[in-house]
């Protein structure tokens, strides 16, 4: 096989990928107008399904335009050879391969960023503002950008900086260390994420006495499940939307509620959506899962450590000398088909995980108050209610809210 057949092979997983999305997304648009199930009837009013209608026929298109932006940017790239041009740079400035690497990394990731920018920018101050949803404010938008920038350049470069070091002694061994190393991390992101990150970007303060943390208490009590951490996220701050999340195992073990979750939902629904998380962690769903990614990331790392040296996947990308940063890339793109086929496992996985913890709360508090939340949040995000199956079962995480209703109502 030669490095220009390893280009095309490229270009082509690019392309299918982009064709394949562009296919199910113009499926689930064919669906927007779907008559609602009877299940489904009551979630919106006239005027405000009108709306969601709008909303998403707003989101598909402008989705189509940066999707398509986004794959002429890459395409164009490729074929004007951009990473020769960028590992060129690099190379101007150390000859030190470390350093190399995390300059290569950071002049296309912040390039990238800085490109695509003016879109995410309109889908905030255009679109989710027209429709109600936008809260983020100018400088909270840049801020975050920075923030962001910086993060990657502490975590990810070194993460980075580590795995081409432990590449220079061990050679292709080189997985084993990196392996442990994406292990502890994700570990202790598990157990931290909270404490550590979300502060950069949020407030997030205790939930206060009352009857809402008396009820969670109560409820916590009736399932055996100890909680004293309770935390309410700013989630206004950027969003009208909810969420709620469980995060940390062990001592470290809280549940996070959006400010927002709190103000559209009842107490009684408020404690339904909190019971479906503590069933993710009586059934274990997230050590499970932490599990899983610690055991897909070993075997992306082999499978790197097989083909990173290859003068193949350097050449293909148009750059003469071997090195790690450049094998990445290349690698990245061939992995992206297997990735595929691990992410819809996982989907497949993470919906079945879902049907068990909305049973779980339908048994420890009932399936009542977790319907009327679940429309609710669908309203207020004014969801799709009518998604293609295609679309669901290579996009969702979650089975579809009819699904989960459906399910809830089974004796």
Request: proline share 2%.
């Amino acid at each position: 096989m030669t490095a220009q057949t390893v280009f095309y092979i490229i270009i082509a997983i690019l392309l299918f990928d982009f064709i394949v999305d562009q296919v199910l997304d113009a499926l689930n648009a064919k669906h927007f107008g779907d008559d609602l199930p009877l299940e489904l009837q009551d979630v919106y009013d006239e005027a405000e399904y009108e709306r969601s209608q709008a909303y998403k026929k707003t989101r598909y298109k402008f989705g189509m335009l940066t999707s398509g932006f986004s794959l002429l940017l890459t395409l164009a790239f490729f074929f004007l050879d951009g990473f020769a041009w960028v590992d060129g740079i690099a190379r101007s400035i150390t000859d030190n391969d470390i350093l190399i690497a995390l300059i290569f990394f950071g002049i296309i990731m912040i390039g990238s960023d800085i490109l695509t920018t003016p879109f995410s920018y309109y889908s905030t101050f255009v679109i989710e503002e027209k429709f109600g949803f936008n809260k983020t404010t100018r400088k909270t938008f840049f801020f975050d950008k920075i923030k962001g920038w910086l993060m990657m350049a502490v975590l990810g470069g070194g993460i980075l900086a580590l795995i081409i070091w432990f590449y220079q002694f061990a050679g292709k061994d080189f997985w084993i260390y990196a392996w442990a190393l994406v292990t502890v991390f994700s570990v202790v992101m598990n157990m931290f994420y909270s404490k550590l990150i979300v502060p950069l970007f949020n407030k997030q303060t205790p939930l206060e006495d009352g009857s809402l943390r008396t009820k969670i208490e109560a409820y916590a009590k009736t399932v055996g499940f100890t909680l004293d951490k309770i935390f309410i996220i700013d989630g206004s701050k950027r969003s009208t939307k909810a969420n709620a999340y469980f995060s940390g195992f062990g001592s470290e073990k809280r549940i996070t509620l959006f400010d927002t979750l709190v103000n559209d939902l009842e107490e009684d629904e408020i404690v339904a959506v909190l019971a479906h998380e503590v069933g993710h962690y009586k059934k274990k769903h997230i050590i499970f899962n932490l599990f899983a990614s610690i055991i897909t990331t070993g075997f992306t790392l082999w499978l790197l450590s097989l083909f990173v040296s290859s003068p193949l996947l350097s050449k293909a990308l148009g750059v003469e000398e071997v090195s790690f940063h450049i094998g990445l890339i290349a690698f990245g793109i061939l992995y992206s088909p297997i990735s595929e086929i691990t992410g819809l496992l996982m989907n497949l996985l993470s919906r079945k995980f879902e049907y068990q913890a909305d049973n779980y709360a339908k048994e420890t508090f009932g399936s009542a108050p977790l319907i009327s939340s679940l429309k609710k949040l669908s309203s207020n995000s004014l969801s799709n209610l009518t998604p293609h199956r295609a679309y669901v079962f290579f996009h969702y995480s979650h089975p579809t809210l009819l699904q989960r209703i459906q399910n809830l109502k089974l004796k």
